[in-house]
Nanobody, 121 residues
């Protein structure tokens, strides 16, 4: 069973920065897609950013230009650098990794336990 463990959440003032990290128990090469989602209180979980195995990315409009996803293949980690944080970025952030077949059908969907990010003055 693949495990994803997030770290790096916390409390930050508006305009500040945080860096989240997701450590995978398996090689991230084995996943077709890795990414970050978030869920704010009373709202549905939403995609923050996804990254394909070819390193193409898909950012939510609300975070473009402020957040950056990166991965370290040697360490099997996927990071999310968050800059210029806003009050509305407050949420639980989840790491996600997916395995798909050659036709793009989802085979496995893995989630971390989540890490709280609170933006407050």
């Amino acid at each position: 069973q693949v495990q994803l463990v997030e770290s790096g959440g916390g409390l930050v003032q508006p305009g500040g920065s945080l860096r989240l990290s997701c450590a995978a128990s398996a090689s991230i090469f084995s996943f077709q897609t890795v990414g970050w989602y978030r869920q704010a209180p009373g709202k549905q979980r939403e995609l923050v950013v996804g990254m394909s195995s070819g390193a193409s990315t898909n950012y939510a409009d609300s975070v473009k230009g402020r957040f950056t996803i990166s991965r370290d293949n040697a360490k099997n980690t996927v990071d999310l650098q968050m800059n210029s944080l806003k009050l509305e970025d407050t949420a639980v952030y989840y790491c996600n990794a997916q395995k798909k077949n050659a036709w793009g059908d989802l085979l496995s969907d893995y989630w971390g336990q989540g890490t709280q990010v609170t933006v407050s003055s």
